[in-house]
């Protein structure tokens, strides 16, 4: 099983960016993706999830009405659509695999490495 993210990098506040995590070597029980974000200096934590058919979403409140969690699965690519970025949104953002979705890293038995996304005028 592997998770590639990708699409990090430096944008203003207010800006947009597109992540995506590609995965390979699922089975049909290990497919709900979820993101998560680590700040400096601070724990990780979760940003929002999306089912195997990508029918169901859940948003942390601190992301929803700003950021869209989307999924092709003929791609096998989860997108996060982040809007209305603002500082407080610099973190590493890491994407995970797991059987059902959860808030929890625990939950989560499969991860990529993060890319950094840096919010900052």
């Known amino acids: 099983v592997q998770l590639q993210a990708s699409g990090g990098g430096l944008v203003q506040p207010g800006g947009s960016l597109r992540l995506s995590c590609a995965a390979s070597?699922?089975?049909?029980?290990?497919?709900?993706i979820g993101w998560f974000r680590q700040a400096p200096g601070k724990e990780r934590e979760f940003v929002a999830a999306?089912?195997?058919?990508?029918?169901?979403?859940y948003y942390a409140d601190s992301v929803k009405g700003r950021f869209t969690i989307s999924r092709d699965n003929a791609e096998n690519t989860v997108y996060l659509q982040m809007d209305s970025l603002k500082p407080e949104d610099t973190a590493v953002y890491f994407c995970?695999?797991?059987?059902?979705?959860?808030?929890?890293?625990?939950?989560?038995?499969?991860w990529g490495q993060g890319t950094l996304v840096t919010v900052s005028s």
């Open positions: 070597g699922f089975t049909e029980d290990y497919y709900v």
């Open positions: 999306i089912s195997r058919s990508g029918a169901s979403t």
């Open positions: 995970a695999g797991g059987a059902a979705w959860s808030r929890l890293e625990r939950e989560y038995a499969y």
